[in-house]
């Protein structure tokens, strides 16, 4: 196997109160690369038990409150270590999770150095994370807000970003002081064993942070159907997030949600003509549109529409897709070939509906790709609202094609979505770029740019996208209980039963 010799990767197992266990029913899973289907390792595989086991570890380590009542400052000097380490093992990290996803090497170095920025961003929140001072108008009364780990957080990730967006909860979750299980995909959680490996190293005490591994049914429900956690953070699909937060009800357990997109990139026929193309090819193809913030969605100008689909479907086929370890690919394979047979579907799906396919729908004639999920940049002309692959999120390389004729009648498009995650807009005009800017119910809104973010900015949905934000101080804010502590200084009596 390939991974074999790695050294991030020695133990496979679970990671339980500090240690390294094999799952108790020996359950163990094959992880493939999704370029050749080749098995690249093998990962023990959690039962409930093992779950319980988990979520007992971080529940005594909460108890204890030795690392609640560390200072925040010393908390994150961790998170600094740890950046410090990611940073060390940069490459090794971004060939595993390159091999384990399909991107390209390119995108997962991106997406370690955002890692890394995670981790330092949320150690620079120390001081300023801990309390507010409240005027009562009385001076003899101390009244403050103070903020306290939330206790024990379950953290469930997805495949598409695996160590991005599990790095995403475990920095806030470990700067507000609480204790912690992490489930990574089933499909991809290779780089999270790497980053439990390294926060081992790091020397964060035991039972602070938890690893379990298996599949949703099993582990992940098991850890969102207990009392015994304080908040669910998940990021994933609808479908489950509603499964989570029904759980969650039961108990009353808080949950953040980060869920999907349908996301709208609107281009009016002043925007800069090849930086607009570049800008929506990028915004949809890159990872082979498995990004949860793709720009799906193309809503263009009448006056423009019919070079700029044209031109998009030029350059679509010409991307180099290929297996993301070889830097000439520009993109590489999906995730699974179930991921691929459901992008299948869709396309067919849009086929039926009555849209116009102006590239791809279809895999890659090269042989060398026979053994891989491959699917070629595929685009969609002449959509409109009401068919489904314009409304649901198809995860995969699909761009769906929209005109419009006024700035209303575009904004109603953009908002047209059950969802509201992210949007785009191309205007030469900043004036109506704001305006529209400001109409659309999305979480993030690109003006001439597509897809960056910062970790200082909050990031999450409208809609059905979720509940919650991550990143920023309002993602450390999820992981914390707000409490307003009273002080009179000065009691007096009040008198008010006085008779
Ligand atoms: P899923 O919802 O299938 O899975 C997400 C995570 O939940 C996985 O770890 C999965 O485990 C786990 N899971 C599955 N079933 C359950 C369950 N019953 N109880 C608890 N946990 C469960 O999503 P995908 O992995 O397919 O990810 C793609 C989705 O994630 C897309 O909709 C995408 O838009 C969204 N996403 C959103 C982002 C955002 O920031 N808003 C960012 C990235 C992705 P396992 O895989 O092991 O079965």
Known sequence: MILDEEPLLRSRGLYIDGHWVRAGAG?????????DDTVIAVVDEADHDDVRSAVAAARSAFAAGRWSATPATERADYLVRIADLLEQNRDAIARIETLDTGKTLRESHIDIDDVIAVFRYYATLAEASTERRVDTGNPAVLSRVVAEPIGVCALIAPWNYPLLQMSWKI?????????????????????????????????VPAGVVNLVQGGGEVVGSALTTTPEVDLISFTGGAATGTKI?????????????ELGGKNPHIVFADAEFDTAVDAVLTGVFLHSG????????????????????????RRAARIRVGPGIDPSSRTGPLVSRQQ??????YVALGISEGATLVAGGK?????????????LPTIFDNCHRDMRI?????????????????????????????????????TADPVRGERVARALRHGTVWLNDFGYYTPAAEWGGF??????????PGGLAEYQEHKHIWHNTAPTVEGWFAD
């Open 171 to 203: 920095a806030p979750a470990l700067l507000a002081g609480c204790t912690m299980v992490a489930k990574p995909s089933e499909v991809t959680p290779l780089s999270t064993v790497a980053l439990v490996a390294l926060i081992d190293r790091a020397g």
């Open 340 to 345: 691929r047979a459901k992008v299948e579907a």
């Open 390 to 426: 314009v409304q649901e999120e198809t995860f995969g390389p699909i761009l769906t094609v929209e005109r419009f004729a006024t700035e209303d009648a575009a904004i109603a498009l953009g908002n047209d979505t059950a969802y509201g995650l992210a949007a785009g807009i191309r």
């Open 27 to 35: 359950g163990t899973r094959e992880i493939t690369d999704p370029a």
């Open 463 to 472: 809609g059905r996208s979720g509940i919650g934000r991550e990143l920023g």
């Open 245 to 257: 937060a029904r759980n969650a009800a039961e108990h009353i357990t808080k949950v953040a949600l």
């Open 363 to 375: 895999r890659p004639a090269d042989p060398a790709l026979a053994h891989g999920s491959y699917y």
């Open 290 to 313: 498995q990004v949860c913030s793709a720009g799906t969605r193309l809503i263009v100008h009448e006056s423009v529409a019919d070079d700029f689909v044209a031109e998009l479907a």
